[in-house]
């Protein structure tokens, strides 16, 4: 995978940009995701049910990983089973 890759949920609605990636499994809603939508949908795991937010920006510890979301849905991201969180904003230099 590279960077400028669009993945889909198979889960719920949701798609990612990736940004930054490395070796493993980007996952939404405790499936894998994907570069097509399934036919049918799988099941949402209730520990990856707090939803994405569109145009926010998700990160994992390491910084290996960084995905942008482009649509929003009921799944949370998550990469081999460890969840991500949303990246901060970087703060405005002072103006004095």
């Keep these: 995978m590279k960077p400028g890759t669009r993945l889909k949920s198979a889960t719920c609605d949701t ?3 990736v940004i930054r990636c490395a070796d493993g499994t980007i996952e939404c809603g405790g499936a894998p995701m ?4 399934p036919a049918e949908p799988a099941p949402l795991a ?3 049910s ?3 937010l569109m145009g926010k920006r998700y990160v ?3 910084g290996k990983y960084e995905l942008l979301c482009v649509k929003p849905g ?3 991201l ?3 089973g460890v969840a991500l969180v949303t990246k901060d ?3 405005l230099p002072a103006s004095d």
């Design 74 to 76: 009921k799944g949370s």
């Design 15 to 17: 798609e990612v940009m």
């Design 34 to 37: 994907g570069e097509a939508k």
């Design 60 to 62: 994992d510890a390491d």
């Design 89 to 91: 904003a970087k703060p």
């Design 50 to 52: 707090a939803g994405t």
């Design 78 to 80: 998550s990469v081999d």
């Design 46 to 48: 209730a520990d990856f």
